[in-house]
């Protein structure tokens, strides 16, 4: 496991934390505290996650990218 990797398991696990609460909570009472918390936790692993993956772009940029523009094709069609 690289170092990497853990900022986005330790807020992945989270949300999936998030999500049991919120299940949980909407079968067991409908629209209770519970079930707002579990949204609240969802929101937070999901801003969390974008702030991650932000921290990571912007500490390694893509390679490769050399000033020249990509093909959006998959797998090099359209490429020259």
Do not use: C, D, H, Y
């Not at 707002?36 to 969802?42: C, E, K, Q, T």
């Not at 702030?51 to 797998?75: H, N």
Request: proline fraction near 4%; aromatic fraction near 4%; avoid cysteine.
């Amino acid at each position: 496991m690289n170092r990497e990797s853990i900022p986005f398991e330790g807020v992945f696990a989270l949300q999936l934390v998030g999500t049991v609460v919120f299940v949980i909570g909407l079968s067991l009472g409908g629209l209770t505290l519970v079930t707002l918390l579990g949204g609240a936790i969802i929101m937070l692993a999901v801003v969390g996650l974008a702030l991650a993956a932000s921290i990571e772009a912007e500490e390694r940029p893509l390679e490769g990218a050399g000033g020249r523009e990509r093909s959006r094709l998959p797998f090099g069609l359209g490429s020259k």
